[in-house]
């Protein structure tokens, strides 16, 4: 089964910062990867699927790049509602796999 | 617009066993696969396994494989999972989610507390 890891596990940002998360994949999955914000009490929320591409309804300061093993989420200027916790998951094949979460908090 | 729609919070006793439906509105349902995930308290999202409805072909995270059963009975556009032999450990929010698009459409999330 692919295994996903993401880094860093929590990072503390002000308000219009640039934030980069990096998720990594035990093997290849070309670009079969997505991203997805959560707030407490709250379902996941799709914000980019194939890597890099956006979800409709997503602001534009959310980007996604990579392929094969190394992908990465930029949020290009922190909004406040962009606290939150964000997930990578690859659906590349079956067992279905995310990666353990980055908690973005306010520093 | 797809929407998925959950059944209500459930306290269960150890050993015992809880079905969740999710029900698909606004969609093709045959035709996309139904995930379940699930999230302990203050964890990560953790895929339990899915189903193609049209197929009737179910797939399963080795974690769960021995104690879950998902299916889904097209004519209500509905799927279901099963959980058995619950422990402590199965307290969580129990998610369905659509597989089109990655998973892109989530129901609301299911509270299951497992307690004696």
């Known amino acids: 089964a692919i295994q996903m890891s993401q880094s860093p596990s929590s990072l503390s940002a002000s308000v219009g910062d640039r934030v980069t998360i990096t998720c990594r994949a035990s093997q290849g999955i070309r670009n079969d990867l997505g991203w997805y914000q959560q707030k407490p009490g709250k379902a996941p929320k799709l914000l980019i699927y194939a890597a890099s591409t956006l979800q409709s309804g997503v602001p534009s300061r959310f980007s996604g790049s990579g392929s094969g093993t190394d992908f990465t989420l930029t949020i290009s200027s922190l909004q406040p509602e962009d606290f939150a916790t964000y997930y990578c998951?690859?659906?590349?094949?079956?067992?279905?796999?995310f990666g353990p979460g980055t908690k973005v908090d306010i520093k | 617009q797809v929407q998925l729609v959950q059944s209500g919070a459930e306290v269960k006793k150890p050993g015992s066993s809880v079905k969740v439906s999710c029900k698909a509105s606004?969609?093709?349902?045959?035709?996309?696969?139904i995930s379940w995930v699930r999230q302990a308290p203050g964890q990560g999202l953790e895929w339990m396994g899915g189903?193609?409805?049209?197929?009737?072909?179910?797939n399963y995270a080795q974690t769960f494989q021995d104690r879950v059963t998902i299916t889904a009975d097209e004519s209500t556009s509905t799927a279901y999972m099963e959980l058995s032999s619950l422990r402590s450990e199965d307290t969580a929010v129990y998610y369905c989610?659509?597989?089109?698009?990655?998973?892109?459409?989530w129901g609301q999330g299911t509270l299951v507390t497992v307690s004696s």
């Open positions: 989610a659509r597989l089109g698009r990655i998973l892109d459409y």
């Open positions: 998951l690859q659906d590349h094949n079956f067992p279905l796999a």
């Open positions: 189903i193609i409805p049209m197929l009737e072909t179910a």
């Open positions: 606004g969609g093709t349902f045959s035709s996309y696969a």
